[in-house]
Each structure stands twice: as C-alpha cells, then as structure tokens.
T-cell receptor, first 114, second 115 residues
Framework: AQSVTQLGSHVSVSEGALVLLRCNYS??????LFWYVQYPNQGLQLLLK??????LVKGINGFEAEFKKSETSFHLTKPSAHMSDAAEYFC????????????FGSGTRLQVQP | NAGVTQTPKFQVLKTGQSMTLQCAQD?????MYWYRQDPGMGLRLIYY???????DKGEVPNGYNVSRLNKREFSLRLESAAPSQTSVYFC??????????????FGSGTRLTVV
C-alpha cells in the first residue's frame, strides 16, 4: 500500500526566499506523484504531477518538484516566495495498480512573511 | 464551467440526523471519490467508484454509504450523524487512462458540522 509523509506541518519563509516543502512516499510500484495547493476555504488545485516522463517537473505559479527514486522523495520548491503563495500544500501518491484513488499526506501550511 | 459540483456548501446537523451530500461532474469521468479533510490529517478516502455501477470502501468508510446514481453523480449519505463526522467533505473525479494518469478534479467542498 502506498503512503505519503510530509515533513513539517508548518513552514514559514520570508517573501523572496526559497520555498522547500518536503514529501517522501512509500509505494510498492513506481508511483504517480502529485502536489496540490489549497487556499483558505477553497478546494484543491493541482500544482504539478510526476508521471515518469521526466524527473524534474514544472508546475504552475513557478513551482517545481524533483522525483528522486533513491530517496523516495518528491520535494516541492520555488526559488522566490510571494505573499500569494501562503496556503496549505498537499503531496499525494497514486499507484498504477489496484485502487487508483489518491493517498494524501497530512499537509504543510506555508506562511510567507513580508 | 466544466468541473465537479457539490451541494450543499455548508450544513449543520444534530446528532442522529441523516443527510445526503450530492456530487455531480460533467467531464465524462469514469471514476469518482469522496474524501474527508480534518486538521492535521490531510484528505482521507471514504469511498470511491471506479466506474458506473461499482463502489468500494476507502480508508474511513464507517458511518457512511454511497450511491453511484449514474456516470455523472456520486452521493454520500450519513445515516445517523455523529460529532466525529464533523469535517469538510470533498468529492473528486478522474479519468483513469490505460497508460499514464489522467487529471483529478475536486469540488469546492461541503463543510459539515454535527452538534
């Protein structure tokens, strides 16, 4: 069964600083990996997804993530934080066999300080 | 606009009352899902439907039932609401391709409070 661990329930950065949100996964088969963002009182919006085409995945709003099989990681980064990036971020995994629903991590709330 | 529509957006129930959360998608997706979101726990799968006519339990199915009414609609029913079911509920749909992975689209959520 697949699972996702997000390290750090809260991350605070200054505006203009690097954003790094950590995600480690566990899956018995090569995974599909996703990052979603949730703004207050809204639904989930897809930032990016890894589907084995390329290990470095670029998403919307300047975010990107790198799939590292040896580390079972899929960390999300953005070179320069903007105030509008303040939100909750979820990493998710979907196996290619069996149940095809997404399994989510517990989320990381990103604060951006002026 | 194409997407996933959930109703109602907000609901307050008394313990023991029943209600049905409605979900409809207009993207012709085969698969639909119900999740609940609780603070610090991310989203947890309640039930899913891989295709019309099939439903299966997820991680936290106790206290819930579902109906895949047709390809568009997937409802979630609470027969006897309990305070532990206070949560935000999300419906989602996806197209599961033979190769690769399709997109997952989420509704805007139903905020349910059981008192």
């Amino acid at each position: 069964a697949q699972s996702v661990t997000q390290l750090g329930s809260h991350v605070s950065v200054s505006e203009g600083a690097l954003v790094l949100l950590r995600c480690n996964y566990s899956s018995s088969v090569p995974p599909y990996l996703f990052w979603y963002v949730q703004y207050p009182n809204q639904g989930l919006q897809l930032l990016l997804k890894y589907t084995s085409a390329a290990t470095l995945v670029k998403g919307i709003n300047g975010f990107e993530a790198e799939f590292k099989k040896s580390e079972t990681s899929f960390h999300l980064t953005k070179p320069s934080a903007h105030m509008s990036d303040a939100a909750e971020y979820f990493c998710a995994v979907r196996s290619d066999t069996g149940r095809r629903a997404l399994t989510f991590g517990s989320g990381t709330r990103l604060q951006v300080q002026p | 606009n194409a997407g996933v529509t959930q109703t109602p957006k907000f609901q307050v129930l008394k313990t023991g009352q029943s209600m049905t959360l409605q979900c409809a998608q207009d993207m012709n997706h085969n698969s639909m899902y119900w999740y609940r979101q609780d603070p610090g726990m991310g989203l947890r799968l309640i039930y899913y439907s891989a295709s019309e006519g099939t439903t299966d339990k997820g991680e936290v199915p106790n206290g819930y039932n579902v109906s895949r009414l047709n390809k568009r609609e997937f409802s979630l029913r609470l027969e006897s609401a309990a305070p532990s079911q206070t949560s935000v509920y999300f419906c989602a749909s996806s197209e599961v391709a033979q190769t690769g992975v399709g997109g997952y689209t989420f509704g805007s959520g139903t905020r349910l409070t059981v008192v």
